[in-house]
Nanobody, 123 residues
Framework: QVQLVESGGGLVQAGGSLRLSCAAS????????MGWFRQSPGKERELVAAISRSGGSTYFADSVKGRFTISRDNARSTVYLQMNSLKPEDTAVYYC????????????????WGQGTQVTVSS
């Protein structure tokens, strides 16, 4: 099990940028596939981006491709989500999650979750 703490959320105008960070506890961070999910009121939680253990493979939802990037620093046990060209529809609570599975997109594999950080994009 790994404990996850997100930071970096906030209020930003449309077109702006934010960088979310997720710090993980423990010394086995490099053995986890990491993902960023988001959920807004009345909508299902969706996988926004994910990154493999080494960082060599990534996944992005179509809605964020070309605007968001995901990266990780295994030495610092931290995963990042850089969000550019933000839109009001990006407003949501963003969650960091960890999976012991190799698949980036298998939702059930994400067993450990952070508390979430609010991102609000004003028009």
């Amino acid at each position: 099990q790994v404990q996850l703490v997100e930071s970096g959320g906030g209020l930003v105008q449309a077109g702006g940028s934010l960088r979310l960070s997720c710090a993980a506890s423990g010394r086995t961070f490099s053995s986890y596939t990491m993902g960023w999910f988001r959920q807004s009121p009345g909508k299902e939680r969706e996988l926004v981006a994910a990154i493999s253990r080494s960082g060599g493979s990534t996944y992005f939802a179509d809605s964020v491709k070309g605007r968001f990037t995901i990266s990780r620093d295994n030495a610092r046990s931290t995963v990042y989500l850089q969000m550019n060209s933000l839109k009001p529809e990006d407003t949501a609570v963003y969650y960091c999650a960890a999976s012991k599975e190799y698949s980036l997109t298998w939702y059930r594999g994400y067993a450990d979750w952070g508390q979430g950080t609010q991102v609000t994009v004003s028009s």
